[in-house]
T-cell receptor, first 115, second 112 residues
Framework: EPEVTQTPSHQVTQMGQEVILRCVPI?????FYWYRQILGQKVEFLVS????????KSEIFDDQFSVERPDGSNFTLKIRSTKLEDSAMYFC?????????????FGPGTRLTVL | DQQVKQNSPSLSVQEGRISILNCDYT??????FLWYKKYPAEGPTFLIS?????DKNEDGRFTVFLNKSAKHLSLHIVPSQPGDSAVYFC???????????FGQGTRLTINP
């Protein structure tokens, strides 16, 4: 069964450093998403991406964040200058809008720890 | 942001019995609702969904009920199995948007 994959599973970085989180969505999906879950809190939407551009973003997704689809398979989230409060699980998801139901399929997540 | 609420942080059910997980929402613009299951160290796994034009959707042991007038939905699992022990998230989508708004989750424990 096709699945969303994410690398790395765990990333530790120093405050102020740049990190890139990587995702490979399900191959025939057209919509891509990033969510995050801070420990003990809800899963929160960050951004959605379609047709090589951001289609929707939350207030969390400020200028420190960017997304890119550098090739036909990868989808990345970059945090330019990490802060302590960026420590969270980051989940990538993808969906096939043509299914009409917008079920989003999630990857296993990357745990980001900012020291 | 309390648009989607799961008021029970945990639920314990005996194996073989019915598990009922509840979810309330406040935004009338939600048009699609989904339930996800999450095991530790894994991402949320899609379980079942329902459109706002329906009041019930069934898939095997899982049934979701939607009461629009009460802004309430529930997930029924019957019979409950030990492998159902996980955190269950209710999520909703606003009409015309793509983002999902999640509840806080309910930890379901199935006891043998």
């Amino acid at each position: 069964e096709p699945e969303v994959t994410q690398t790395p599973s765990h990333q530790v970085t120093q405050m102020g450093q740049e990190v890139i989180l990587r995702c490979v969505p399900i191959s025939n999906h057209l919509y891509f998403y990033w969510y995050r879950q801070i420990l003990g809190q809800k899963v929160e939407f960050l951004v959605s991406f379609y047709n090589n551009e951001i289609s929707e973003k939350s207030e969390i997704f400020d200028d420190q964040f960017s997304v890119e689809r550098p090739d036909g398979s990868n989808f990345t989230l970059k945090i330019r200058s990490t802060k302590l409060e960026d420590s969270a699980m980051y989940f990538c998801a993808s969906s096939d809008k043509s299914s009409g139901s917008n079920e989003q399929f999630f990857g296993p997540g990357t745990r980001l720890t900012v020291l | 942001d309390q648009q989607v609420k799961q008021n029970s942080p945990s639920l314990s059910v005996q194996e073989g019995r019915i598990s009922i997980l509840n979810c309330d929402y406040t935004n009338s613009m939600f048009d699609y609702f989904l339930w996800y299951k999450k095991y530790p160290a894994e991402g949320p796994t899609f379980l079942i969904s329902i459109s706002s034009i329906k009041d019930k959707n069934e898939d095997g042991r899982f049934t979701v009920f939607l009461n629009k007038s009460a802004k309430h939905l529930s997930l029924h699992i019957v019979p409950s199995q030990p492998g159902d022990s996980a955190v269950y998230f209710c999520a909703a989508r606003i009409q015309g948007a793509q983002k999902l708004v999640f509840g806080q989750g309910t930890r379901l424990t199935i006891n043998p």
